[in-house]
């Protein structure tokens, strides 16, 4: 059985004072889960958000990284520097990354590589634009990213990977897949994932959708049975909003 996991995705939201407020609070009114907790505040907040959030069951995550150990990369952030500080998690290939940032197939599976060499657990994330999935290409497309993801990844460390589906027309648009849309295509990445390695990995790496999750729409996506988590954008800004996520997973 699965655990279901919630990722909180900030994105570049939140400055210093709001990262203690909605933490603190989070820390507070936490539900009882059996969930996994992850938050993603922006760079410059990672180690406040851990200090923050130790000895709680909140995790903190980066928001991508280089996969370089260290260099002359300006303006880059390595996952030796992540470890150091207490990060334990990791988006990867996020759609505004590949978008905005040139983030490629390639730049994902060097960066799932080295952050699973570094003992950091890669969230994958892949999806398709609303014109690849009218075009019918969406299976083809996100086999595509989840083979050239985890190219690198040999047997025995798939299963420390998460995956997380977000199509890019549901991204801070309010739009939604609807639960048949998403569960058909998460059950096709764990399909993907059985051809990749077998059968015990894929039903051992948890697959997670992204895209406008929200307190009245995260029950019935979360009891789908491909689905084992969200990773969230705006609803995870506040305590009250995400607490309430956290509410209807269980
Ligand atoms: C969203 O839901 O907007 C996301 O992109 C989560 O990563």
Redesign the pocket.
């Known amino acids: 059985m699965r655990k279901k996991i919630l ?1 909180g ?1 900030w ?1 570049m939201n939140h400055t210093g004072a709001a990262v203690q407020t909605v933490l603190t609070e989070l820390v507070q009114t936490l539900p009882e889960t059996k969930a996994t907790l992850i938050i ?1 505040p922006p760079f410059p907040y990672l180690a406040q958000a851990v200090s923050l959030t130790a000895h709680t069951p909140l995790h903190i995550a980066a928001q991508t990284m280089h996969w370089e150990e260290h260099g002359a990369f300006t303006g880059e952030v390595s996952p030796a520097m992540l470890v150091d500080i207490g990060v334990t998690h990791v ?1 990867i290939g ?3 990354r590949r978008e905005y940032n040139g983030e490629t197939d390639r730049t994902v599976q060097q960066k799932v590589a080295a952050a699973l060499q570094h003992g950091l657990t890669p969230i994958i ?1 892949c999806g398709e634009t609303a014109q690849q999935r009218q075009a019918g290409r969406t299976d083809d497309l996100l086999g595509t990213q989840l083979r050239m993801a985890l190219a690198k990844v040999r047997m025995a460390d798939a299963s420390r990977v998460i995956v ?1 589906y ?1 199509p890019i027309w ?4 309010g739009q939604t897949a609807t639960v048949a849309q998403a569960q058909a295509t998460c059950a096709f990445l764990r399909r993907q994932l059985a051809a990749l390695y077998n059968s015990d990995i894929a039903a051992t790496v948890p697959i997670l959708y ?4 929200k307190a009245d729409n995260a029950a019935a996506l979360l009891a789908a049975a491909d689905i084992d988590g ?7 800004l506040q305590a009250a909003s995400f607490t309430a996520i956290i509410r209807a997973a269980d």
Do not use: F
């Open positions: 990722a995705n994105k993603a988006l996020h759609s505004e994330c997380a977000e549901a991204i801070g648009t992204g895209g406008s999750m969200g990773l969230i954008g705006g609803a995870s």
